[in-house]
């Protein structure tokens, strides 16, 4: 549970918000004792009590990534986002961030979503379906280079066709299983699959909004 604040404490967090909603990040402790008129020393004295009643935290005791919490001490809302691009081409190896790939971005919660290196990728057709993975959605992945078996993965097939699948491992080959009744598994050798993520999440597109 969050303590009372003093009224300089308040203002010092309500500018902290206000700068952060802004700018996206937080102001420096000099930017912030001059706007707000005090000194450097007072300024990280407030953080200091910020912290220690629950309403920020900090990366390190001097770092400047501030994180205002809520009633909860979780991540407010306003600093819950996180911006990952969309891969409009899969090529073997990750990461796999030269923008040249990128097909533009998009926003996840952070708070749900908190892998490293995230990226995302359009689902084309209808073979995914059954575990409502529809066409035009957006698959968020983790990069990965092994898959469990069940997993639905990100695989690159005869290194030039991204595919998302359900992973399984057979003694003579790999299989790509699709989870719609239309659609037959696919049958692979161990050299022709190559596994570039796993799926984590859907950012639903427009077939599911409707």
């Not at 990750?94 to 290196?117: H, K, S």
């Not at 695989?155 to 066709?161: H, P, Q, S, W």
Request: hydrophobic share 40%; aromatic share 8%.
């Amino acid at each position: 549970m969050q303590s009372k604040l003093t009224r300089k404490q308040e203002r010092v967090l309500e500018y902290l918000q206000r700068e952060i909603a802004v700018n996206s990040q937080a102001p420096s402790l000099r930017q912030a004792a001059t706007e707000l008129g005090v000194s450097h020393a007072a300024i990280a004295q407030i953080l200091k009590v910020l912290e220690e009643k629950g309403y920020l935290k900090r990366d390190g005791r001097y770092s400047r990534t501030i994180y205002l919490l809520n009633r909860t001490s979780e991540t407010s809302a306003l600093q819950r986002w996180r911006e990952i691009p969309i891969i409009g081409r899969v090529t073997a190896g990750l990461p796999m961030y030269a923008q040249t790939e990128w097909d533009g971005t998009t926003v996840l919660d952070a708070a749900i979503f908190r892998g490293q290196n995230l990226f995302a990728l359009n689902v084309k057709g209808d073979s995914m379906k059954d575990v409502g993975i529809l066409n035009g959605d957006l698959a968020i992945c983790e990069p990965r280079q092994y898959a469990q078996n069940g997993e639905i993965v990100v695989a690159l097939v005869g290194g030039e066709e991204a595919t998302v699948k359900r992973f399984f491992l057979h003694d003579d080959h790999i299989e790509l299983r699709p989870e719609n009744a239309h659609y037959a598994s696919m049958r692979y050798g161990f050299s022709d699959v190559l596994i570039q993520g796993k799926v984590i999440g859907i950012q639903r597109g427009p077939e599911g909004i409707k």
